[in-house]
């Protein structure tokens, strides 16, 4: 029989190189063929379906985006390989303010000036970008293999999506839920439009803590100290507030101080408030209720402290300043008034002080609490809903400690800001009359018979782009115009959401809360939270560390000068461009190869655990690249071997009696891999799957089977090669099949070799074959005991030859079986000299081991086997202290306790792996 991997004929069944970008072919007719579509129909098949969190439409696929989409991808092809009837549902966000300022962007690039534009103008803009180059991430989750049904692929601004919206704020005005009024708000004074917290970062940053002298009213020669970062905020203070427990200020409550540097001068109270922290500052707070979330707080439980609003909305300072500070920027404002506060004798003093900074992410403008008119939604009795459905289990979420964070977040929730004060976006169906009466109705035309004969302006804000992705499961399904459908009837609730834990509230929790209101019941059985992807040393992926990864970088390669390009493109500082630079090219001195898209999704699919954190490391693409060109050269060898092929292999195994032993355990080992997968594949570990279809592929079935085989080849009788042959065939293809969903490319071109071998009536697509299954009556414990005595047999063997392999030495092999097992200890122990011996005819003195009833003695020239025992034996004593602390560590029930699950499964892996090695050594010792 052929074994020679690199034949003639192989060459012509599969290129003698695996090539990632050649293989990605394979999959290049899915999407025309109609591999990915949906097909509701009531057929008796159960439904499982994905909603893919909506991209922005401005966006770009990154790190975050490729990790979560091959989980998806994964789940979906393995159910749609399950015989499930599935739908992937894809779309994008119209990402309000980053698509606005996209689009203002591209004007001003034109020399178009954006403030003279109508809204109608700008929209006309906005949309043209959007047709042009608005769906450049969806082309790029194609490229890495996404089978998402795109004929039903949405966008939130689509006529359909967007009655959708309508509809729901007009039910929620009606039902009590909107109303429109002036609260504190994240305030963008550049992008001039309130943002979401999502919209905000905070970082610490350097600053400057003031402590400023608040005169007595009536003794105006003595005063209270606060500590303030804003000075130029206490033009609008409306008290100074204390803790009702802290005696220093206790005789001070109700007194009354002068407002520094007010014209006309102003006094304001001390009063008593828990919010204060005695042992911050010196004791005593500022309250500036208009411009701090905190103060704005305390106001509420303090209705009587004044409101006053210091900024206009580009963050200057309005008419209720002193006129010697109207027009100027807030931080020029601060200036002046420390230098003020300085001249009277007010600035106590002034220190360094290290402190969280809110700036805008689009923007990075410093994000100021601005008392605005906008429009709210209350969400108490939401939140009770939602809260509900978590109790009886309609969600349930994935790990199960995301469901407590979900439910303290909703028992602390606050009414949500749904405007923006933008162009592009859903704007509110509300109008408004002469006398400022609001008419909220779905069409202009509704509005107007509310209103009679007075005229009507309509409300030029938006919706918060989050308002209408709370909408996505069943927008995305026609629900609001076609209630009975049939995608809505197949495929809602949807089977599993499969989001990061950043956007657990702003998404998650108002999509679960807002179509329970709307339709009622959860939109989805299962929430699975990812951690968020990190770079090889936890940090943050970001354009300012330059440690950002393309992924399809990692799939196509790029040079040195590409990704130097990348990097410092758009960076203000040139000592921070020349950092990255250096850095990157110490860590990729020959820019980034190919690693293919298979290797990169098989990356993420292994690193998808159950923690916070994702840390990519480059060094498992690169094994993972290593792992797709282990299983071309396999399928190489067994299309060489099967040299044409057995028709209806799979079934002869079924037919075929005396299975050699090794044949029978590889069938066993499939089957319980099989299990395996399906099990994690069920709790939504794919990090668990992977790693057994690793072992499966690598340790089962390439290092050991296939060399096992090529034993039986060379030296069974025809029986057992025709057998041989047809397991290889019969293993390889199922267990391309249960890689497929997490390597979709090269199993599809490798599975359409294999599969006419061993069935002729194969479907079209490795895709739409049946996911293998495990049968209990195929797992043999019996070939797995047997398989288990010559793996242990050959170790042996190894370490012998490893050890005396000098020349002219022989390995001797005596036993019951030895004549049996010595043509695999030539091949799989690499030990070329080898023969069975009598056990009378065993030399003495020899480096030996004893083994499952076997005796291996390497016969070789003298050797002093007393000083190879010793070495041994101070081995086995360094083993047995390491077992001990790391036991000692393990009966250690606070380390049980405290200790996150990864560390523990590790100190477990490293408690088996001492105990293997212990074994080892003690069942080798020499005589």
């Not at 190919?594 to 990356?603: K, P, Q, S």
């Not at 083994?851 to 081995?875: F, K, Y």
């Not at 996150?900 to 408690?911: C, P, V, Y």
Request: hydrophobic share 40%; net charge negative; with cysteine.
């Amino acid at each position: 029989m052929p074994t020679d991997t690199n034949s003639d004929t192989t060459d012509t069944i599969l290129p003698k190189h695996y090539e990632p970008q050649i293989a990605e072919q394979a999959g290049s007719g899915w999407e025309a063929s109609g591999y990915f579509s949906s097909q509701p129909q009531n057929d008796g098949r159960e439904s499982f379906s994905i909603l893919l969190p909506p991209p922005n439409v401005t966006g770009m696929l990154h790190m975050g985006h490729a990790f979560q989409h091959t989980l998806m991808d994964t789940l979906i092809r393995y159910q749609r390989m399950c015989g499930k009837n599935t739908l992937w549902q894809p779309g994008t966000d119209h990402a309000g303010i980053a698509m606005q300022i996209v689009a203002t962007r591209e004007l001003e690039r034109r020399g178009i000036d954006v403030a003279a534009l109508s809204r109608e103008e700008f929209l006309t803009h906005a949309w043209e970008w959007k047709q042009q180059s608005g769906n450049t991430i969806t082309q790029q989750m194609r490229r890495l293999g996404a089978s998402c049904d795109w004929q039903r692929e949405c966008f939130t601004m689509d006529d359909n999506l967007s009655a959708a919206v309508t509809q729901a704020f007009v039910k929620l005005y009606e039902d009590g839920y909107i109303y429109r009024g002036k609260r504190l708000v994240n305030w963008d004074p550049v992008l001039l439009t309130a943002v979401s917290d999502l919209e905000v970062v905070s970082e610490e940053e350097s600053g400057v803590m003031y402590h400023v002298r608040y005169p007595f009213v009536d003794d105006e020669d003595n005063g209270i100290i606060i500590a303030t970062t804003r000075p130029e905020t206490i033009l609008v203070d409306g008290a100074i507030a204390v803790h009702p427990d802290d005696e220093r200020f206790l005789p001070l409550l109700g007194k009354r101080v002068w407002v520094p540097l007010c014209s006309p001068p102003r006094s304001i109270e001390i009063i008593a408030d828990e919010y204060v922290d005695p042992q911050f500052g010196s004791g005593c707070v500022k309250i500036t209720a208009a411009h701090d979330f905190n103060d704005y707080a305390v106001y509420q439980r303090h209705p009587d402290i004044p409101l006053i609003v210091l900024f206009t909305p580009d963050a200057k300072m309005n008419e209720n300043a002193p006129e010697t500070y109207r027009g100027m920027d807030r931080f020029a404002a601060r200036e002046k008034i420390v230098a003020d506060l300085t001249a009277q004798g007010l600035l106590i003093k002034q220190e360094p002080h290290r402190y969280k900074l809110p700036r805008g992410d689009r923007s990075k403008a410093v994000i100021e609490p601005m008392l605005t008119d906008q429009w709210f939604m209350r969400m108490d009795k939401m939140a009770e809903r939602g809260l509900a459905l978590a109790d009886e289990g309609q969600v349930r979420f994935v790990p199960d400690n995301w469901r407590r964070v979900y439910q303290e977040w909703l028992s602390k929730i606050h009414d949500w800001c749904i405007s923006r004060q933008l162009l592009w976006g859903h704007q509110i169906p509300a109008w408004q009359d002469p006398d400022g009466n609001w008419y909220i109705a779905e069409t202009e035309e509704q509005a107007q018979q509310q209103a009679g004969d007075k005229p009507l302006t309509r409300e030029t804000d938006v919706l918060d782009t989050w308002f209408s992705s709370a909408l996505w499961p069943y927008s995305t399904l026609d629900w609001h115009t076609q209630p009975e459908n049939p995608h809505f009837q197949s495929y809602f609730p949807t089977s599993v959401l499969i989001t990061g834990f950043d956007i657990l509230f702003f998404w998650v929790a108002r999509m679960v809360m807002m179509t329970d209101y709307m339709v009622g019941g959860s939109p989805f059985h299962d929430v699975y939270i990812t951690g968020l992807v990190r770079d090889r040393e936890g940090q943050k992926m970001s354009k300012s560390r330059g440690n950002i990864l393309d992924p399809l970088d990692l799939a196509d390669g790029i040079s040195l000068e590409e990704l130097l390009a990348k990097r410092t493109h758009g960076l203000m500082k040139p000592e921070q461009a020349q950092q990255i630079e250096a850095d990157t090219r110490q860590q990729f001195p020959d820019g980034i190869p190919a690693y293919g898209v298979d290797a990169l999704r098989f990356t993420f699919a292994s690193l998808a655990s159950y923690g916070r954190e994702i840390k990519f490391d480059l060094g498992r693409c690169e094994g993972y690249r290593h792992f797709c060109n282990k299983l071309w050269n396999a399928a190489r060898f067994v299309l060489s071997v099967a040299d044409g092929g057995y028709e209806n292999a799979a079934a002869d195994i079924e037919t075929v009696a005396n299975l050699p032993v090794q044949d029978e355990w590889i069938i066993s080992r499939l089957q319980r891999a099989e299990q395996t997968v399906a099990d994690s594949f069920a709790e939504y570990r794919f990090d668990l799957a992977a790693l057994e279809i690793y072992q499966f592929f690598w340790d089962d079935y390439c290092s050991w089977y296939l060399e096992v085989a090529k034993v039986q080849l060379i030296y069974g009788d025809a029986s057992v090669r025709a057998n041989t042959t047809r397991t290889l065939l019969a293993v390889l293809e199922a267990g391309l099949r249960l890689c497929h969903p997490i390597m979709p490319f090269i199993t599809e071109q490798l599975w359409q070799k294999v599969a006419p071998l061993v069935d002729k009536k194969t479907a079209a697509t490795i895709m739409l074959a049946a996911y293998p299954q495990a049968e209990a009556a195929k797992i043999n414990p019996a070939a797995e005991a047997a398989m288990a005595r010559l793996k242990a047999i050959v170790e042996a063997a190894r370490q012998l030859r490893q050890e005396y392999n000098q020349p002219g030495a022989t390995l001797l092999v005596s036993g019951s079986d030895s004549e049996q097992l010595v043509p695999f200890l030539v091949k799989l122990a690499g030990c070329k000299n080898a023969r069975s011996i009598a056990a009378a005819e065993l030399p003495t003195n020899a480096p030996t081991v004893k083994i499952h009833e076997l005796t291996l003695l390497m016969d070789c020239p003298q050797i002093d086997i007393a000083a190879r025992n010793e070495q041994r034996q101070r081995e086995l004593q360094q083993l047995q202290t390491e077992l001990a602390a790391v036991e000692k560590m393990l009966a250690n029930p606070q380390f049980m306790q405290k200790a996150r699950e990864q560390a523990i499964n590790s100190k477990q892996q490293q408690q088996q792996r001492l105990l293997q090695k212990i074994d080892e050594l003690t069942s080798q010792t020499l005589s």
